[in-house]
């Protein structure tokens, strides 16, 4: 049975910012892959005041063994001082695809 896989969401400022930081993360075995969904209409609150801006959504691959080490490496690549980084577990999935993640992120 392949590790438990990851879904992991991030927002970047932009498509260039998104595609080096994805990839490095997968360079460095610690995603086996991302998809990046530009023109992500986003709007928040950030200090006390109502924000919008567009942003690159980038979905990454990864498993639960490799996570602490994406999310440490992620928050140094990433520009924001405090970055989107949200992990949902793929409790299903086509398993020869969960084992791919698995041997990408070795």
């Known amino acids: 049975m392949a590790e438990e896989t990851l879904i ?10 998104a595609r080096e930081g994805a990839r490095k993360l997968i360079e ?5 892959c991302a998809n990046l ?5 986003s709007i928040y609150r950030w200090k006390g005041e109502i924000e ?10 990864s498993t639960i063994g ?7 490496r ?14 949902l577990r793929a409790t299903d999935g086509l398993p020869a ?5 698995e041997q990408n992120t070795r």
Not at 52 to 61: D, N, P, R, W, Y
Not at 66 to 72: D, G, K, L, N, Q
């Open 8 to 17: 992991i969401f991030t927002t970047w400022p932009s498509a260039d910012a």
């Open 97 to 101: 695809y969960l084992r791919w993640v």
């Open 37 to 41: 969904l530009p023109n992500v209409e």
């Open 66 to 72: 490799s996570y602490p080490r994406f999310e440490a």
């Open 74 to 87: 992620l928050k140094e690549l990433h520009p924001y001082e405090v970055p989107e980084i949200v992990a």
């Open 28 to 32: 460095e075995k610690l995603a086996a």
């Open 52 to 61: 919008t801006s567009t942003e690159v959504m980038a979905v990454f691959k």
